[in-house]
């Protein structure tokens, strides 16, 4: 305590002589008549220390290679990142290995269990025509097509199936893809491109999403399979707004939409799409051979003419029990996509014997309506 005494008093003392000389008399400049403090002096030149200090080119030392040795050691200390997250044990799942086919009745190790996973509505895997079709048309055709439709990849079962599909929904055209969940990410960005509006359900399921991505429009959501909301988001993208009169417009909606089961309204989809002046995309593959009367999917199920929605896809995996996709609708919506869209033009075609298998299963579906009775008495009974 003794010694800091001493040092306190003298920086006061010092600080007191520099404050009486900054205030002194003397300590005042005159420049051009002017008085100016001896504080302003010492702040001037501050600055313009500063204004140098910063106007200075920053020292770079000079760089020097590193030895051999030196690279040697940094690359047995570099660990690189994991291309994936380690996977968690309460994440890891070990999916049913199915050990027949995948009807309401299959085995898994070795125990012939109840099947409640598939998607098998109808009932059709393992239905003898459909065998019977696809032996034909392997023995036939063999197994693949080895091509794109559009260069030596069509086969005339692939135009037969387009054919049945357009006349069993009465549609003037159809057109197949090789994969059921391709057919509608390929299909909206070969319509809607960049700039075009799009209104879409925030519950689609994720083929839907990708589709919507890809094509790089202005995409806006309505609450899920909300009349209401729809109805408002379409008047305030339309109200006073003269730009959306001049460029295209689309409302993508699922029939039955996957991630939850609830069904469209179509009548007053249409309804709304007339008065705002949209078309619609309609994804009908958990509706198509489901609903309606005869399986026509959701038009037939509301009645509502099929001329009136403007593109319909639908994946043939489900009640059909068969794979890849379709899309119908005019003549000039299907030749539109045999040079625009990527999921057709870029893919080996549907194997033969899988188009074969469509066409049976179509016509197993008009001969035999009661398959559709069946189905919704299960339905009903899982409903109880």
Not at 69 to 89: F, G, H, I, M
Not at 309 to 329: E, K, P, Q, R, S
Not at 355 to 383: D, T, W
Request: aromatic residues 8%; hydrophobic residues 40%.
């Amino acid at each position: 305590m003794d010694m800091a005494l001493p040092i306190v008093n003298a920086t006061t003392a010092a600080l007191a002589r520099v404050s009486a000389a900054f205030n002194a008399p003397l300590a005042r400049a005159v420049v051009f008549g002017v008085h100016i403090d001896g504080h302003l002096v010492v702040e001037g030149l501050l600055i313009a220390v500063i204004v140098f200090q910063l106007s200075r080119k920053s020292y770079k030392p000079p760089k020097k290679p590193l030895s051999e040795k030196e690279v040697d050691e940094l690359c047995d200390e570099w660990e690189p990142e994991p291309l994936c997250p380690p996977v968690k044990e309460r994440s890891h799942i070990d999916p049913a290995i199915l050990e027949s086919a995948a009807g309401p009745h299959t085995t898994i190790e070795g125990k012939e269990v109840v099947n409640f996973a598939s998607a098998n509505y109808l009932g059709l895997i393992g239905n003898e025509k459909l065998i019977d079709s696809c032996v034909g048309s392997l023995e036939k055709y063999g197994v693949g097509s080895c091509g794109p439709r559009g260069f030596y990849g069509t086969i005339d079962v692939h135009l037969d199936c387009e054919a049945k599909i357009a006349n069993f929904l009465g549609t003037p055209d159809s057109i197949l893809y090789s994969y059921g969940i391709s057919t509608i990410f390929s299909v909206i960005p070969a319509f809607c491109k960049k700039g075009d509006i799009i209104v879409a359900d925030e519950g689609v399921h994720w083929a839907v999403q990708n589709g919507l991505y890809l094509s790089r429009s202005t995409v806006v959501y309505f609450k899920h399979n909300d009349m209401a909301s729809l109805a408002s988001t379409l008047e305030k993208l339309t109200r006073g707004n003269k730009r959306t009169e001049k460029i295209r417009r689309y409302i993508v909606v699922e029939s039955i939409y996957q991630n939850s089961g609830q069904i469209a309204p179509l009548d007053e989809i249409v309804k709304l799409k007339e008065k705002y002046l949209f078309r619609v995309i309609l994804e009908e593959s958990h509706s198509f051979g489901v609903l309606g009367k005869s399986g026509r999917g959701l038009a037939e199920h509301y009645g509502v003419p099929i001329d009136k929605i403007d593109i319909i896809t639908a994946g043939m995996g489900n009640a059909l029990a068969t794979d890849g996709g379709f899309c119908t609708g005019s003549a000039r919506v299907v030749d539109h996509q045999r040079l625009s869209s990527a999921g057709y033009v870029f893919s080996a075609s549907l194997p033969p014997y899988l188009a074969s298998a469509a066409v049976s299963a179509v016509n197993y579906l008009e001969e035999n309506p009661s398959v559709l009775a069946n189905l919704r008495s299960n339905v009903a009974l899982l409903h109880t």
